[in-house]
């Protein structure tokens, strides 16, 4: 049992909201899982400001003044480090995936939970509250919003194991559930070249999805191809910078509601994390159907 919520605003008027809704959000799913957390932020100007790429890494333990000085050298130039409680946000002039290189090269041991030019990824271990007040969550700003508290099941508590799991540039990926025949398809990808941060099961989905649309499909085809190669009991949440998708498996079993206004979209575990919405007493608001994309496009 985890929580999930995601949060895809479309109306801009509501975009210096994004933390201080998706807190509430977050942190009414807290029951559902109280051992990890992690949320995806796409669109806050101080985290990821425009214009420049932004790498979310952890497991740092060196002042932010000598990791920027130690990866702006690897880069060719500036970096800025800023920290929010065990996340380094790493930003710089380029493109995501050179700065991505050079925090990899410059930090080998440590751990990237997500890169893009407009997404930041902060994950933790503990209470989902404390963590949000640690990352000063409801000051974020933005257009979309994905989070995740986790009751784990199928690999250790660690930062590693926690969601979201955002392995390709500006995506992300939280899931609901188990994957029952994660192993060989870890084997099948990791035959491919592909590389794994964990043994985590959602790791496995998320590469998956990343590789699909690394191959050109869009989010509604990739979803479809994942629902016919993973068995077991699932709800996921996929987004990137301009997309906001949700699926469950063939049997539903894990809780899911959505709901849509003019002004945004959101999805919740539970509704109780979409009670406090503006506007939700005009929602439309359903459960999705077993193996449905349900996608929207900013």
Known sequence: MCGIVGLHLRNPDFHPRLGELLTGMLCEMADRGSDSAGVAVYGDPTWTPPGTACVSVLELTDAPETVGTAVGGALGTPAMVSVLDATYLVTADTTPQALQTAVAATYPEALIAGFGNDLAVLKGVGDPRTLANAWGLATAQGWQGVGHTRMATESAVTPSGAHPYAVGPDQCLVHNGSFA???????????????????????????????????????????????????????????????????????????????????????????????????VQRAKIWEPEPEVVYAWTR
């Open 181 to 279: 025949n994660h192993a060989t398809i870890r084997r099948e990808l990791r035959a491919a070249g592909v590389h794994f941060d964990s043994e985590n099961d959602t790791e496995v989905g998320a590469r998956f999805v990343a590789q699909q649309l690394a191959a050109g499909r869009d989010v509604q085809t990739a979803l479809k191809e994942l629902c016919a190669t993973f068995d077991g009991f699932y709800t996921l949440l996929v987004s990137n910078r301009d997309s906001f998708a949700v699926v469950r498996d063939a049997i539903a079993c894990k809780p899911a509601v959505i709901a849509e206004t003019d002004d945004w979209v959101a999805m919740a575990s539970e509704y109780r994390a979409l009670s406090g919405l503006p506007g």
